[in-house]
């Protein structure tokens, strides 16, 4: 069984050493997003949750007083209590540290999936613009949101041959949680541009497919968090990047 914030413990123990060599730069705090850049142009993003329902939220923040000095600073937030931008900030270092390499050809994340006719698919997180490609493969879908009674999401979770399950549960500490909970399904997806793309710590884990992301343009990626938007309008400037976990 895996502990709460196991996920993000295991990433801070994996990237605390290499990023403290590793300076921040620069930091952009969004409506929707936070992105980290690093010295040499290393940017990682990750979503930024509401503080409390119905809260507002101050797009433009100011995240200068976290540049400057070692990004294991930002990483401390992923395994310390911190509020919701700071860990976000977080996992945008971790995802900055880990710098994935932008693909030439995308992979299609469904494709990967393999979706088959009257499979039980539960998705956590709602992934609307993926909804109709997943639906037209005949598939049985449940999406699971903060609000799902228990016993449904209890029901779809153990149930299911296939999750899609949104990286901001590690955010909001229900990953681990979530993953708990899953039966034997043949394909479980973390995906989203918050994902980090750090196989080795979910080898024994039930998770078999990251679906994350990696930036092509840092100044056009920053200046569209400044604004509030959020991954349609990042999108021309990211490149999606799927990678399949090696089991241990």
Not at 29 to 53: M, N
Not at 85 to 94: D, H, I, K, Q, S
Not at 100 to 116: F, N, Q, S, Y
């Amino acid at each position: 069984m895996l502990e709460t914030d196991e996920i993000a413990g295991r990433l801070y123990r994996q990237l605390a050493e290499k990023g403290r060599h590793i300076a921040v730069e620069d930091v952009r705090i969004g409506a929707s997003y936070v992105a980290v850049v690093l010295a040499g142009g290393r940017t990682g993003l990750a979503a930024r949750l509401k503080e409390a329902v119905g809260a507002e939220i101050e797009p433009r923040r100011d995240g200068r007083r976290f540049t400057g000095g070692g990004s294991d600073r930002l990483l401390d937030f992923l395994v310390r209590r911190a509020g919701v931008v700071e860990r976000a900030l977080g996992l945008a270092a971790a995802n900055a540290l880990i710098h994935p390499t932008p693909p030439g050809v995308e992979a299609d994340t469904i494709d990967l999936m393999g979706l088959r006719a009257g499979e039980r698919v539960a998705m956590v997180g709602l992934f609307r613009p993926i909804v109709p490609r997943i639906e037209a493969a005949g598939v049985q879908l449940t999406v699971i949101e903060r609000d799902t009674p228990e016993s449904e999401r209890r029901r779809a979770l153990g149930s299911c041959e296939v999750a899609i399950v949104t990286a901001t549960t590690i955010l909001n500490g229900t990953l681990e949680g979530i993953l708990n909970e899953l039966g034997r399904p043949r394909h479980v997806a973390l995906i989203g541009p918050s994902t980090p793309l750090c196989e080795a710590i979910f080898r024994d884990t039930p998770v078999t497919h990251l679906g994350g992301s990696a930036v092509a343009d840092t100044a056009r990626i920053l200046e569209v968090i400044a604004r509030g938007g959020g991954t349609p309008q990042m999108r021309p400037w990211l490149r999606f990047v799927n990678i399949r976990v090696n089991r241990s």
